[in-house]
């Protein structure tokens, strides 16, 4: 900046009438972009649309889609979960099963400290850019944790707990917050602090171990980072249910063996010097991860990430949200920049997530006054839509994002938000507003909607099978616990969760012969209420053999 700076002076100075004729040309095309006009309203066709072109695009023989380089989206992962379990297409499923093993077996996945590196410089998620990113951390937990209430396959369950270590364990902050990236750079080389000479590994495992990392990991003296250099990234080169009988081990002594191996290397990588953390909190970003945890933590009913997630949303709140204004950043003890749409949707969504972890009021409480101020700041009262700011330098229009980028749009995360609150507070009008959102960007979604995977997840909750679940007990009544464990063990994520106590359930909401007691509602039209967990899940159309099979 301070060599870039003086040149823009200069150029300012001495080209000033041509600056301005390129800054009005793109004044004037983002002003075009932003005419959008209502259409006819998306319908579930465009979910189909989205699924082949996402199929058209699948590598079939790495995962992933596309060439390289390649990015995890995780929101590809979690449309075709729902689409999956909407159609019962299996070919869905196998994709996210599929891209989920390679990554997590590829050298993008930190095999000795844990965390998804940013993204793959080659087809085969062997050679990653080495920064990590808190939000690729965040969604990708998301995407390991749905994918293991789909399947029941553990091994997804166990990744999204690997991730969250590297989170918990690298990235919280002292005040309760997370920071939002670390380097891939560390003593002015990339990738110098994961990389492994075959000397270095002999180094600090004994000789079996050493051969059996070797193995496992695909190491070799002329190096798979730069060959020849000797320079090695850790993968898994190998099945490793094909390689425990040939080493002559059982899958469970195998597995010991390099729980072992792993720790003994990685207490050997702390004494190299890391890449830097960057030390910001951003709102948005610590949201998404509020959701990670709050969702691992209710499905694996392991209380440290639920309490994590508190921590962070408790930090947010009391720290980053002051006169009714949320704030951007957190540095050095201070906020600073008014939040963008982005920063008030990703933190309702995260609040959304805990609150259906833990159904303590205060969140969805926060969750519901969030809502509305960001309605009040962004929402285009004359065409539907949120603006991405609050307001706009008089010269440049307001902007209105729907692209599912590196993370969800503001806008896909707002649509998912005000569904969900407007079904739990029975707010009406945020439906109606969901639906002029569905009509204002129906042109772009359907002309690509593989680019809007998390905006069509989130437009499930409008078009598909959705309901609307009210538990009436006490959430410490055992009763109560087997309800909710029948609930979070299965896939349903277009069906929202309201506890109320038996003391204040309100008007038509009564438990039956004193037990915890269920409310299944679909279109404001609740069934029979029940206590039966089986009468329960059949009400919510779940196909056990076809969810977990």
């Given at each position: 900046?301070?060599?870039?700076?003086?040149?823009?002076?200069?150029?300012?100075?001495?080209?000033?009438?041509?600056?301005?004729?390129?800054?009005?040309?793109?004044?004037?095309?983002?002003?075009?972009?932003?005419?959008?006009?209502?259409?006819?309203?998306?319908?579930?066709?465009?979910?189909?649309?989205?699924?082949?072109?996402?199929?058209?695009?699948?590598?079939?023989?790495?995962?992933?889609?596309?060439?390289?380089?390649?990015?995890?989206?995780?929101?590809?992962?979690?449309?075709?979960?729902?689409?999956?379990?909407?159609?019962?297409?299996?070919?869905?499923?196998?994709?996210?099963?599929?891209?989920?093993?390679?990554?997590?077996?590829?050298?993008?996945?930190?095999?000795?400290?844990?965390?998804?590196?940013?993204?793959?410089?080659?087809?085969?998620?062997?050679?990653?850019?080495?920064?990590?990113?808190?939000?690729?951390?965040?969604?990708?937990?998301?995407?390991?944790?749905?994918?293991?209430?789909?399947?029941?396959?553990?091994?997804?369950?166990?990744?999204?707990?690997?991730?969250?270590?590297?989170?918990?364990?690298?990235?919280?902050?002292?005040?309760?917050?997370?920071?939002?990236?670390?380097?891939?750079?560390?003593?002015?080389?990339?990738?110098?602090?994961?990389?492994?000479?075959?000397?270095?590994?002999?180094?600090?495992?004994?000789?079996?171990?050493?051969?059996?990392?070797?193995?496992?990991?695909?190491?070799?003296?002329?190096?798979?980072?730069?060959?020849?250099?000797?320079?090695?990234?850790?993968?898994?080169?190998?099945?490793?249910?094909?390689?425990?009988?040939?080493?002559?081990?059982t899958m469970q002594e195998l597995t010991e063996r390099l729980h072992h191996i792993r720790a003994v290397l990685f207490e050997a990588r702390q004494k190299r010097v890391p890449p830097a953390i960057d030390d910001k909190v951003l709102t948005d970003q610590n949201g998404l991860v509020i959701a990670a945890l709050a969702k691992t933590g209710r499905t694996l009913k392991e209380q440290k990430y639920l309490e994590a997630a508190e921590q962070t949303a408790d930090f947010?709140?009391?720290?980053?949200?002051?006169?009714?204004?949320?704030?951007?950043?957190?540095?050095?003890?201070?906020?600073?920049?008014?939040?963008?749409?982005?920063?008030?949707?990703?933190?309702?969504?995260?609040?959304?997530?805990?609150?259906?972890?833990?159904?303590?009021?205060?969140?969805?409480?926060?969750?519901?006054?969030?809502?509305?101020?960001?309605?009040?700041?962004?929402?285009?009262?004359?065409?539907?839509?949120?603006?991405?700011?609050?307001?706009?330098?008089?010269?440049?229009?307001?902007?209105?994002?729907?692209?599912?980028?590196?993370?969800?749009?503001?806008?896909?995360?707002?649509?998912?938000?005000?569904?969900?609150?407007?079904?739990?507070?029975?707010?009406?009008?945020?439906?109606?507003?969901?639906n002029r959102m569905s009509e204002l960007f129906a042109d772009e979604v359907e002309a690509m909607p593989q680019a809007y995977t998390f905006f069509l997840s989130a437009l499930e909750l409008l078009l598909g099978n959705s309901y609307n679940v009210v538990l009436v007990g006490d959430l410490k009544g055992e009763d109560s616990q087997l309800m909710l464990d029948a609930?979070?063990?299965?896939?349903?994520?277009?069906?929202?969760?309201?506890?109320?106590?038996?003391?204040?359930?309100?008007?038509?909401?009564?438990?039956?012969?004193?037990?915890?007691?269920?409310?299944?509602?679909?279109?404001?039209?609740?069934?029979?209420?029940?206590?039966?967990?089986?009468?329960?899940?059949?009400?919510?159309?779940?196909?056990?053999?076809?969810?977990?099979?």
């Amino acid at each position: 900046m301070l060599d870039l700076v003086p040149q823009i002076m200069q150029i300012w100075k001495s080209q000033r009438q041509q600056l301005e004729i390129v800054g009005s040309d793109v004044q004037r095309r983002i002003q075009a972009v932003e005419k959008r006009t209502p259409q006819k309203a998306l319908g579930k066709e465009v979910f189909q649309a989205a699924y082949q072109q996402l199929s058209g695009e699948y590598d079939s023989e790495n995962g992933g889609f596309g060439c390289a380089p390649k990015f995890p989206r995780p929101h590809n992962l979690l449309f075709l979960l729902r689409y999956y379990v909407q159609t019962g297409e299996k070919a869905a499923r196998w994709m996210v099963e599929e891209t989920l093993n390679r990554m997590r077996q590829g050298g993008i996945f930190d095999q000795v400290g844990y965390g998804f590196h940013r993204y793959s410089t080659d087809e085969r998620w062997l050679v990653p850019h080495f920064e990590k990113m808190l939000y690729d951390q965040a969604l990708m937990a998301l995407a390991c944790i749905e994918a293991f209430q789909v399947t029941g396959v553990s091994c997804y369950a166990e990744a999204a707990k690997e991730v969250l270590a590297y989170v918990l364990r690298d990235l919280a902050g002292a005040d309760g917050g997370f920071y939002s990236a670390q380097d891939a750079d560390s003593e002015g080389e990339e990738g110098k602090y994961y990389l492994w000479t075959v000397d270095e590994v002999l180094d600090v495992l004994s000789p079996a171990d050493a051969e059996l990392a070797f193995h496992v990991y695909g190491l070799n003296s002329k190096g798979n980072y730069a060959e020849g250099k000797g320079k090695n990234i850790f993968y898994i080169a190998e099945p490793l249910d094909q390689l425990a009988p040939y080493e002559g081990l059982t899958m469970q002594e195998l597995t010991e063996r390099l729980h072992h191996i792993r720790a003994v290397l990685f207490e050997a990588r702390q004494k190299r010097v890391p890449p830097a953390i960057d030390d910001k909190v951003l709102t948005d970003q610590n949201g998404l991860v509020i959701a990670a945890l709050a969702k691992t933590g209710r499905t694996l009913k392991e209380q440290k990430y639920l309490e994590a997630a508190e921590q962070t949303a408790d930090f947010i709140l009391k720290r980053m949200l002051k006169d009714g204004v949320l704030y951007h950043r957190y540095a050095k003890s201070e906020v600073a920049i008014e939040g963008f749409l982005d920063d008030y949707a990703a933190l309702t969504f995260g609040l959304c997530h805990l609150y259906e972890a833990t159904f303590q009021e205060q969140y969805l409480q926060a969750a519901v006054d969030l809502t509305k101020a960001m309605i009040e700041k962004f929402w285009d009262t004359k065409d539907g839509g949120f603006y991405q700011t609050q307001n706009s330098n008089a010269s440049m229009p307001r902007l209105k994002q729907v692209y599912d980028g590196a993370t969800p749009s503001g806008n896909s995360m707002a649509l998912y938000c005000m569904l969900w609150i407007g079904r739990l507070i029975s707010e009406p009008r945020y439906e109606e507003m969901a639906n002029r959102m569905s009509e204002l960007f129906a042109d772009e979604v359907e002309a690509m909607p593989q680019a809007y995977t998390f905006f069509l997840s989130a437009l499930e909750l409008l078009l598909g099978n959705s309901y609307n679940v009210v538990l009436v007990g006490d959430l410490k009544g055992e009763d109560s616990q087997l309800m909710l464990d029948a609930l979070r063990r299965n896939y349903l994520p277009t069906t929202t969760v309201q506890l109320k106590s038996p003391k204040n359930a309100g008007v038509g909401y009564q438990q039956i012969g004193g037990k915890a007691t269920v409310y299944v509602c679909q279109n404001q039209t609740c069934l029979p209420p029940t206590n039966s967990i089986e009468l329960m899940l059949k009400q919510l159309d779940v196909n056990q053999e076809n969810v977990k099979s």
